[in-house]
């Protein structure tokens, strides 16, 4: 346990000054990787890991994904922020449940997003989205465990571009206990420094889920204190699988395995003493 302790203890230092990269890695192999490269945190993406087992993004019953998270938590001695996405409930004490067991996992952080799962009403309203935060942040402190809480509106991925209630709704999550603030989908420079600006001095996660001409860098410059990948990642991997599938299915040819990655840097990788 002093162990988790030291990785949360880590985790909220590394959000306190500087910029840094969280990458969001969908099993035990490539949180592996991931830590080999010198990455200070890690994340777990939803989406990653549904695909992994065999789901549609958020469709991945609680219980998988809790086993998911752990899986992750133990995978290296890096601190890990779990993408809970809407806390696999409706209702705030369900919500604060869930977190509860989230916490056990060892986690040093972890979301709560405001999508409803209905792609009609994407979004909850704002009253209970911030009794939702709330409650999240509640059940972290009865814990007497030091994980710092993401507060993520979905507005900009899910049709809704309203950007003063992105804004609105951040700042409303901060109220409620949240200790980082995340809106996906921002798509301009003027948008990062508004959102940095109206929740500051906490914290701001940005996603890059696609080639961007901003680097981490710029990022930092504009006072992102870290910076996500979410699923690309992982989406990245299926790319490259597919595509080298799909011609021995369909072409019969094989140089889809040009660029596979080779067995000996693997085995190395995952060789004796890789882990922690």
């Not at 830590?35 to 695909?51: E, R, V």
């Not at 809407?86 to 405001?114: F, M, N």
């Not at 007497?144 to 049709?159: I, S």
Request: charged content about 25%; proline content about 4%.
């Amino acid at each position: 346990m002093n162990d988790i302790a030291d990785r949360r203890r880590t985790f909220r230092l590394l959000h306190e000054q500087g910029c840094f990269v969280i990458p969001n890695a969908w099993d035990v192999g490539s949180a592996l990787f991931l830590k080999s490269l010198g990455f200070k945190a890690l994340a777990t993406t939803s989406a990653g890991a549904a695909w992994t087992m065999g789901h549609a993004d958020g469709r991945t019953p609680r219980d998988e994904m809790l086993a998911h998270i752990a899986s992750i938590v133990g995978a290296t001695d890096l601190p890990v922020n779990a993408d809970f996405e809407r806390g696999y409930a409706h209702e705030p004490q369900d919500v604060a449940e869930a977190v509860r067991r989230c916490v056990e996992t060892g986690v040093a952080g972890l979301s709560i997003e405001d999508f409803t799962g209905d792609r009609e009403r994407p979004l909850y309203d704002i009253d209970q989205a911030v009794a939702r935060v709330r409650a999240a942040r509640a059940a972290i402190d009865a814990s007497g465990a030091d994980v710092l809480l993401v507060g993520r509106t979905e507005g900009l991925l899910r049709n809704r571009p309203d950007f003063d209630d992105v804004l609105r709704r951040l700042v409303a999550y901060s109220g409620a206990g949240a200790d980082c603030l995340f809106a996906p989908g921002l798509a301009t420079r003027e948008q990062i420094v508004r959102v940095v600006e109206s929740v500051a001095p906490k914290p701001v996660n940005v996603l890059v889920g696609a080639p961007s001409p901003l680097t981490v860098k710029d990022l930092a410059d504009l006072g992102v204190r870290r910076i996500s990948v979410g699923a690309a990642l992982a989406r990245a991997a299926w790319g490259g699988f597919m595509r080298a599938a799909r011609q021995i299915a369909e072409r019969g040819t094989f140089d889809g395995l040009a660029d596979a990655a080779r067995g000996a840097e693997l085995n190395e990788l995952f060789g004796a003493g890789s882990r922690r």
